[in-house]
């Protein structure tokens, strides 16, 4: 084990002794439906697989290995714990960044460290390590291996050829985004000129036929390309794209002036993917945790701008002054960023304690409607939940409120103007609290 892999071994050690202290248990997104599917797939593997891929092409998607994460993933959180799948799920994170980070470093020179704490820095990565859920991550090591592959199948043998087009072909399908790395395989080829390039752009080429029919030619709700031109020029200048812009652009500049030719055509082929990602999420939905994949192609980035800097800038203290500042960031990142996220899913089991045995003397609202499914489903609830998205939506005189500083912040105002606090059941870092409130509507 070399010393990179320990350092990232140590990282993940200490969030998961982190995750421990605050007991984190099942979040408010996506858990509540993945333990029903998993479960279902316990009982009834091959019907109950059949039908969601049913139900997913008809959505407009196709996701055949999703299943694949509800045996490594959430059978494991729902016989062990909670707590085990969300530790499971940092070493995974570790170790994709790790594999990303090594395939890319044998032509581009950047370094472990920096590209660690870059990727810890992104406040959207902490996203990533909270919501296991997210899919897009295991895009990223099998992209990693596919470069491997294709940088060891010089004798092109057709056992090489058809794992390299078994992994083509399987990238997009674990989740849509994996398609933009079609554009770095494009470069590839057209640099390399081997046949197993041309093999991986086939297999790429296949499967984003067929998630564009399901687009264009089916009644899809999945990706709907229908946003207005402002709209996307909004999404645009939000200021994760401007960052991510900014970079992309810079990586650029310092790539065309890079004398090593393989380390220009690897930026040059990431940049094209970053921007690619970009492109779909404007056209698509720009909720937050979706920039969390944004952070795999920065922590490749920013560290190449950096080596690139410290070559032609060979300042005595430029390396610590770099290695600090990236340090510090990392930590205020941290804080800002990570702790209030955290402590919001440690304080939810306060939500859960409460709805559990505390049978509530009038109607509870709160504002994220998969949340109300989980609060309504997950444990044995003495309480229903109703979704409320909006103020007017409330029409009565007393009610309780789930409140949630990271999802119904908007809601506030008007609590403020039109209600009162009675009886507030608080909770350790104030993050969800039930509210009771009474109000002038």
């Not at 059949?50 to 407009?60: C, E, H, M, R, V």
């Not at 945790?289 to 922590?299: A, N, R």
């Not at 409460?354 to 409607?369: A, T």
Request: glycine share 2%; net charge negative; hydrophobic share 45%.
């Amino acid at each position: 084990m070399n010393k990179d892999l320990k350092l990232g071994i140590s990282v993940a050690v200490v969030l998961s002794i982190i995750y421990s202290y605050y007991d984190i248990s099942w979040g408010l997104v996506d858990d509540y439906e993945w333990i029903v599917r998993t479960k279902e797939f316990i009982l009834s593997p091959i019907s109950s697989y059949i039908d969601f891929q049913k139900y997913l092409i008809s959505l407009g998607t196709i996701q055949p290995y999703i299943h694949l994460q509800y045996i490594v993933q959430y059978i494991p959180g729902i016989y062990i714990s909670p707590l085990f799948m969300h530790i499971e799920n940092i070493f995974i994170l570790i170790f994709t960044h790790y594999s990303l980070y090594k395939i890319i470093s044998n032509k581009v020179h950047i370094n472990y460290l920096y590209s660690l704490l870059v990727f810890l820095i992104f406040p959207y990565t902490f996203d990533l390590f909270l919501l296991p859920s997210l899919q897009e991550k295991f895009t990223i090591p099998l992209f990693a291996y596919l470069i491997y592959k294709l940088e060891k199948a010089k004798n092109e043998n057709y056992k090489n050829l058809f794992i390299i087009f078994i992994i083509s072909i399987s990238i997009p399908l674990i989740k849509l985004q994996g398609a933009v790395f079609s554009l770095f395989i494009f470069l590839y080829f057209f640099y390399y000129k081997t046949k197993s390039s041309f093999i991986s752009l086939i297999g790429f080429a296949l499967t984003i036929a067929v998630q564009a029919y399901l687009i264009f030619f089916t009644d899809s709700v999945y990706f709907v390309l229908e946003k207005t031109p402002t709209q996307l020029i909004n999404n645009l200048l939000s200021l994760p794209n401007l960052i991510f812009i900014s970079i992309i652009c810079i990586s650029i500049f310092f790539a065309s002036i890079d004398t090593n030719v393989e380390a220009k055509i690897y930026i040059y082929g990431f940049s094209l993917s970053s921007l690619a990602i970009i492109f779909m999420l404007i056209n698509w939905e720009t909720y937050g945790y979706l920039y969390g994949f944004y952070s795999f192609f920065l922590c490749i980035l920013v560290p190449y701008c950096i080596s690139s800097v410290q070559e032609r800038l060979n300042f005595i203290f430029l390396d610590r002054l770099i290695l600090v500042s990236l340090t510090l960031v990392a930590v205020l990142s941290f804080n800002f960023f990570f702790l209030p996220r955290i402590e919001r899913w440690s304080d939810l089991n306060n939500m859960y304690e409460i709805l559990d045995s505390v049978e509530l003397d009038n109607k509870i609202y709160y504002c994220g409607s998969e949340g109300v499914l989980t609060f309504n489903n997950l444990n044995n609830s003495k309480n229903t939940v109703l979704f409320a998205g909006n103020f007017s939506e409330i029409n009565d005189y007393i009610f309780y409120f789930i409140t949630d500083d990271h999802q119904c912040d908007y809601l506030y105002t008007d609590f403020v103007t039109n209600c009162n606090i009675l009886s507030p059941f608080t909770s350790k870092y104030n993050r969800m609290e039930v509210n009771k409130y009474t109000c002038n509507n």
